[in-house]
């Protein structure tokens, strides 16, 4: 098993002028080889897994439901108010009306 130390000499600058590839542990905070899952240090996943990206993806969908939910309970809403307005009288020139101006 290679230990920690064994990593080093990936995390040293080449003699070009290329950056360190490497990543940074979120918890220990010590540089890692990009190539890594895991911190070589402290074995803390160093990259979002299949996982955190399904339960991401889980909560937005719910937020997303609750959205369409509440919509429609506005639009079931907006029903009722147009159904009582549509039986008031002179409401069929009154939408006329707004309709020619917003024509012109």
Known sequence: KLRPQDYLETLIKSKSDK???VLVC???G?????????????????KDSL???TVKR?????????????????????E?????????????KL???AADLSSE
């Open 30 to 46: 010590k540089e890692n080889p990009k190539d890594k899952n895991f911190c070589v240090w402290c074995s803390v996943p160093l």
């Open 95 to 97: 939408v006329e009306k």
């Open 58 to 78: 889980f909560h937005a969908d719910q937020e997303a439901q609750k959205e369409f939910e509440a919509l429609k309970e506005k639009m079931v809403e907006m």
């Open 80 to 92: 009722k108010v147009m159904k009582v307005m549509v039986q008031l009288p002179g409401f069929k």
């Open 26 to 28: 979120p918890q220990c």
């Open 51 to 53: 996982m955190t990206d």
């Open 19 to 21: 950056g360190r590839d």
